[in-house]
């Protein structure tokens, strides 16, 4: 068959033009960065849309977890979800707090919380759920949980860009969301990143995290970091956001033709639709049942390799299977997520991916 490569993503533009107007006046004040208007005119524009009361905003979405982990004065342990992208354990590990991994549920991939309470010690602060594929986490018996234990939740959100539960925004929940918005993900600033919380006193600490912990001009009162984001940035988020949702709208399409070819087929399984959840289509991901379906995920994978389709096995490997984390974990601890990794594929996600595409990545997966 006849067609360029086709990849898992590809990332949203405005148009040229668009971007030229938002950045013009970028150009004519030369403030490049530093939390100036456009960051300020951004940061309010997503308060809106993510319908949260406090939205901060950085240069990607890792380190603004990071800063969130550290503004929240975690130590000790930290549990979290093995079946994620490296990002959110590393933010852990590299705060110097130790990652306890808990396995998850096999249906939406998110932390099993029947699970959590036998990894709390005495040593245990947060924990760190991930909305994976978007699909949000059983949160409420994880903030029961961590209220009992006096835990703080942090919440990786960064899948779940626009999602909400029963009309409200996904980033109103736990302690603190993370939003990334790499240029792969739904929404993006090309990088980029955000955190979303209900205590408003939380909003200088965290300026002043991402700004080197400088709170005046001669003081310093934080081992702070660089993780601000610049105007171009946010200039990019603006535009972006103005066509968010008509994106979010042709993804649905996309996803309901793969729906179409793919549901009801033995040894295949495909994402939950969650009750009350208003879903962003993130990703598309496919479960192989290799005794079910006569193939192996990595089979699959194969195959349409040969015909100029990549997909992604995301996520695989499990990060504790990780060269930096194997030596001190086993994968066999969580063996749910395991099974997962080692049979999970995402399909070709994006708004202009054409329908035709589809309908041939399942004719090959078919056959
Ligand atoms: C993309 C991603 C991140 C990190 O975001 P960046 O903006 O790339 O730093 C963290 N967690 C998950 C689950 C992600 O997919």
Not at 163 to 170: D, K, T
Not at 200 to 227: C, M
Not at 235 to 261: F, P, S
Not at 322 to 338: D, G, L, N, V
Request: aromatic share 10%.
């Amino acid at each position: 068959m006849q067609h360029k490569p086709v990849l898992v993503t590809r990332s949203s533009l405005p148009d040229l033009e668009e971007y030229v107007k938002e950045i013009k006046p970028i150009f004519d004040s030369a403030w490049l960065t530093n939390m100036g208007p456009v960051h300020q005119k951004f940061e309010q524009k997503l308060e809106n849309y993510l319908k949260v009361p406090n939205v901060s905003l950085f240069c990607n979405g890792h380190l603004s977890l990071f800063i969130a982990i550290k503004a929240l004065r975690l130590s000790g342990e930290v549990i979290t979800t093995p079946f994620s992208f490296a990002s959110t354990t590393h933010a852990i590990a590299d705060n110097g707090l130790r990652p306890v991994f808990c396995d998850i549920d096999p249906d939406t991939y998110t932390l099993d919380p029947q699970k959590i309470e036998s990894l709390i010690t005495r040593h245990t602060t947060a924990i760190i759920p991930v909305h994976v594929y978007g699909n949000v986490c059983n949160m409420e018996v994880i903030e029961s949980i961590a209220k009992k234990h006096n835990l703080k939740v942090i919440y990786d959100a960064a899948h779940a860009f626009g999602v909400e539960i029963n009309g409200e925004g996904i980033g109103n929940f736990g302690d603190v969301s993370m939003f990334s918005f790499h240029a792969t993900k739904v929404f993006n600033t090309i990088e980029g990143g955000a955190l979303t919380y209900r205590d408003k006193a939380l909003k200088d600490l965290l300026y002043n995290l991402k700004n080197f912990g400088i709170t005046s001009q001669t003081t310093v009162e934080d081992i702070g970091t660089n993780a601000k984001m610049n105007e171009f940035q946010a200039a990019m988020g603006i535009c972006n956001l103005r066509h968010v949702d008509d994106e979010i709208k042709k993804r649905k399409r996309i996803v309901e033709r793969y729906w179409e070819h793919l549901e009801n087929i033995p040894g295949i399984k495909l994402n939950p639709q969650q009750q009350g959840v208003k879903t962003n289509y993130a990703y598309f991901p496919v479960v192989f049942d290799e005794k079910a379906f006569g193939k192996s995920r990595d089979q699959v994978v194969d195959e349409l390799a040969k015909e100029k389709i990549f997909v992604r096995k995301y996520f695989y490997p499990l990060i504790n299977d990780y060269e930096c984390y194997r030596s001190i974990y086993s994968s066999k601890a969580t063996p749910i997520a395991k099974e997962i990794a080692d049979s999970v594929v995402t399909l070709p996600l994006f708004a202009d991916l054409e329908l035709n595409i589809v309908d041939e990545i399942c004719e090959i997966i078919l056959q």
